[in-house]
């Protein structure tokens, strides 16, 4: 099992920036990539960025793509999200997820376990 724990999320105004953070624990030799996903009311969990645990190698969805980065500390075993120029759209709970096989990164059905979400608020 890997434990997930997010961190980070608050209120803020149209243009600031937020970093989220999210600490694994236990079995994380298993995890192969770490996602971040969010939820806004009414609407499906949709992707936002997902980072290769080994390689690093980061993907992004097209409505963040310029604005958030992911990143990973392998030695504290944690991914943060840094959002930046934010929108009310950004509006969503995010979620942490750790995936164990290679295919995919997308798609909530491929990670195996979630953190219990952050809420993050964004006003105009």
């Known amino acids: 099992q890997v434990q997930l724990v997010e961190s980070g999320g608050t209120s803020v105004q149209a243009g600031d920036s937020l970093k989220l953070s999210c600490a694994a624990s236990g079995r994380t030799f298993e995890v192969n990539a770490m996602g971040w996903f969010r939820q806004a009311p009414g609407k499906e969990r949709e992707f936002v960025a997902a980072i290769r645990w080994t390689g690093g190698q980061t993907y992004y969805a097209d409505a963040v793509k310029g604005r958030f980065t992911i990143s990973r500390d392998k030695a504290k075993s944690t991914v943060n999200l840094q959002m930046d120029n934010m929108k009310g759209e950004d509006t969503a709970v995010y979620y942490c997820?750790?995936?164990?096989?290679?295919?995919?990164?997308?798609?909530?059905?491929?990670?195996?376990?979630w953190g219990q979400g952050t809420q993050v608020t964004v006003s105009s």
């Open positions: 997820a750790a995936k164990r096989m290679v295919p995919g990164l997308a798609l909530p059905s491929e990670y195996d376990y």
